[in-house]
């Protein structure tokens, strides 16, 4: 069985010097979920769409994790997404959990 990882979005973690291959991937997906596509200059294709903002859950839920699997195996491609929670707090706003392994050849 590969080892799997474990990622929640937090907006204010941010290290621009990681110490780590882990670390840097980690890094890389937390940049990924809270990039709106459309947003970088030359790279409007890189992020999630906004259209998410404001849904209700029942509807946001399919739709966003099928986003997230696309953008983040598309845009950090030495990850294999297993599973995408959304973990909606008690203000309404969702925050996913992303639940990887690494693919192989990637060396720590």
Known sequence: ??????????????????NSV???IFQNINTIL?????????????????????????NLHP????????AVETYEPRVIVE????????DGQAYPTIIFSLRNGVVL
Request: charged letters at 20%.
């Open 83 to 90: 599973e995408v929670k959304l973990d909606v707090n008690v």
């Open 34 to 58: 809270g990039t709106s596509k459309f947003s970088v200059p030359l790279f409007r294709s890189f992020g999630l769409i906004e259209s998410f903002v404001d849904k209700p859950v029942t």
């Open 63 to 70: 739709l966003f994790v099928a986003e997230v699997f696309e």
């Open 1 to 18: 069985m590969t080892q799997q990882y474990t990622l929640t979005y937090n907006p204010s973690v941010i290290n621009f010097r990681p």
């Open 22 to 24: 882990l670390e840097e």
